[in-house]
């Protein structure tokens, strides 16, 4: 296993070729206040697995691919069940 930093995520966007939006979420207390605090980081990943809105994903960090684009989509944890049409009325 190399050292390359790996994090988890959602996938949020998937509109651009090759090229998923994968948002991710972290949670922790906040040093003083001991308050819970939520974050979330968008990035840009580059995807030749097929990603889909809502799959979750495991991304590695990469050379830079694009001037937006250092991190390389490595695997798909879950798949979303839903279809394209699922939220379209009748």
């Known amino acids: ?3 390359r930093r790996r994090m988890t995520g ?3 966007s998937n509109k651009m070729t090759k090229t998923v ?7 922790f207390r906040h040093p003083l206040y001991h ?6 980081k968008r990035v840009k990943a580059h995807d030749e697995l097929g990603c889909n809105i809502g799959d979750q994903v495991q991304i590695v960090e990469s050379r830079p691919i694009s001037r937006g684009k250092h991190w390389v989509v490595e695997t798909i944890l879950k798949r979303e069940l ?3 049409d699922a939220g379209v009325g009748e």
């Open 1 to 3: 296993m190399n050292k």
């Open 35 to 40: 308050k819970v605090v939520h974050r979330s």
């Open 82 to 84: 839903r279809t394209a």
């Open 10 to 12: 959602f996938v949020t």
């Open 21 to 27: 939006v994968v948002e991710i979420s972290r949670t």
